[in-house]
């Protein structure tokens, strides 16, 4: 017994030996190693980084209003749709009540017959204008009978319709929920890179597509003349409104986004739009780029999903992405222009 153990515990130590020589015989580049940490990001690599976020984040944006209208959409239908059921179910008792009415009418009236009125009668004259009565009488009841069916089925079908129209609303204002948390979370993505610059850095890629002062300056001292008063009005609205934060979702008075500003801005001139940029380029008619005036709304993207307000001189007002705030740039130096519409 002593020395089976013992054989037993000299296997073991020659299997330790084995696999601790095939271990060092492992070249060291096949072993793992501590893996470097990540080289860190040049100026130029953050911004076209940032500048990728910028256009995703205008795109969940425009995406999120689109659905923030759809919402108000379906929660008309289904406020349409219940007060539709509602009427429905008041036709409902009142031809209810009048068939009710009839049957106990005919319940206590004496039985008829075209028999009863041939013996009660004293002329075949009397006999055929007993007749048609009862005709009239059967006719009255059965409409009154068929009016009750129909009643019926059209307050079921608006019940189902208005059910169904509900759902809906609910389900497009839940999937809404989601949106609104899969965008904080690009926006934050975007804020967090765009800390990581300096504030040189953050400033120089912020004024990328910012006119210069002086030009902004020389835009406003002498304003390119716009077509229409409500033009007018429209682009003096939006300029006021510089330096304002971009924030997704709003449209004033305090903070913006694309559409948010183009929508309030024409509001103001009392011209609605919708508050998501490819509505409005799908409401307006088309403007060649040749042609484009003040107050003309420029698209960028298709489906667009930037927009801003052209306001001569080869430049526009907007509010362009999350840590910017609504300036003047050049239309020139925009990316992804897809066409332009005129409102008024």
Request: proline share 4%; net charge positive.
């Given at each position: 017994m002593a020395l089976t153990r013992v054989s037993r515990f000299n296997r073991a130590?020659?299997?330790?030996?084995?696999l601790g020589s095939s271990l060092l015989a492992v070249p060291m580049s096949a072993q793992a190693v501590p893996s470097s940490p990540p080289a860190p990001?040049?100026?130029?690599?953050?911004?076209?980084?940032?500048?990728?976020l910028a256009i995703?984040?205008?795109?969940?944006?425009?995406?999120?209003?689109?659905?923030?209208?759809?919402?108000?959409?379906?929660?008309?239908?289904?406020a349409a749709a219940?007060?539709?059921?509602?009427?429905?179910?008041?036709?409902?008792?009142?031809?209810?009540?009048?068939?009710?009415l009839m049957v106990s009418a005919?319940?206590?009236a004496p039985t008829f017959s075209r028999t009863a009125a041939l013996l009660a009668s004293g002329s075949g004259q009397g006999y055929l204008e007993t007749v048609e009565m009862l005709n009239l009488l059967s006719a009255h009841q059965t409409d009154v009978a068929r009016a009750a069916s129909d009643a019926t089925a059209a307050s079921n079908k608006a019940e189902a319709t208005a059910k169904s129209a509900v759902a809906a609303a609910i389900a497009k204002r839940n999937a809404l929920t989601k949106q609104v948390d899969d965008l904080q979370v690009q926006v934050d993505k975007y804020k967090t890179l765009l800390a990581t610059l300096t504030e040189a850095e953050r400033t120089s890629y912020l004024s990328q597509n910012t006119a210069p002062a002086a030009q902004v300056a020389q835009v406003m001292a002498s304003p390119a003349p716009a077509k229409s008063a409500g033009a007018s009005g429209a682009v003096n609205a939006a300029m006021s409104q510089?330096?304002?934060?971009?924030?997704?979702?709003?449209?004033?008075?305090?903070?913006?986004?694309c559409s948010g500003l183009t929508m309030w801005a024409w509001g103001q001139a009392g011209v609605s739009l919708p508050h998501q940029s490819a509505e409005q380029q799908g409401m307006l008619p088309p403007v060649a780029r040749d042609q484009l005036q003040p107050g003309d709304?420029?698209?960028?993207?298709?489906?667009?999903y930037h927009v801003g307000m052209y306001i001569g001189n080869g430049m526009?007002?907007?509010?362009?992405?999350?840590?910017?705030?609504?300036?003047v740039s050049s239309l020139a130096n925009m990316s992804d222009y897809s066409g332009a519409g005129r409102p008024g």
């Open positions: 130590l020659i299997g330790f030996a084995i990001q040049t100026t130029g690599e953050v911004s076209t980084k940032l500048a990728d995703k984040n205008e795109q969940l944006t425009e995406r999120f209003n689109k659905a923030k209208i759809d919402v108000a959409k379906a929660q008309d239908a289904a219940t007060r539709k059921a509602a009427q429905s179910q008041v036709a409902l008792r009142k031809a209810q009540k009048a068939l009710a005919q319940y206590k510089q330096g304002k934060p971009y924030v997704w979702g709003a449209a004033g008075p305090d903070s913006y986004d709304l420029v698209f960028f993207g298709s489906p667009a526009m007002v907007h509010a362009p992405t999350s840590g910017d705030v609504v300036k």
